[in-house]
């Protein structure tokens, strides 16, 4: 399965971005899903996760700003992130959860001050 994450850019502090994963196989259906950063210098962290049939959870980092959503039958993930801080920036990559599939380059966000 090859995990494609897009949406990333440069974006002001306190603006927004929508990403979005498309799984080149349709895997909703069987696993939950969850969105991971990884910024530079840093470890990869789990910040939001899409469970099959319960309500999301998040990181205490973006909690309140970050939505995630899927839509099952379009077999795509989306990470709606509101009022950005420069310490989002980082490579936003797709992946289940916990992280069983292998990792795709992932989409960058940067936030400036």
């Known amino acids: 399965v090859q995990l494609q994450a897009s949406g990333g850019g440069f974006v002001q502090a306190g603006g927004s971005l929508r990403l979005s994963c498309v799984p080149s196989q349709n895997i909703f259906s069987k696993t939950a899903m969850g969105w991971y950063r990884q910024a530079p210098g840093g470890l990869r962290e789990l910040v939001a996760t899409s469970p099959r049939g319960s309500d999301p959870h998040y990181s205490d980092s973006v909690k309140g700003r970050f939505t995630v959503s899927r839509d099952n039958a379009k077999n795509t993930l989306w990470l709606q992130m509101n009022t950005l801080k420069p310490e989002d920036t980082a490579v936003y990559y797709c992946?289940?959860?916990?992280?069983?599939?292998?990792w795709g380059q992932g989409t960058l966000v940067t936030v400036s001050s």
């Open positions: 992946n289940a959860v916990p992280p069983t599939l292998k």
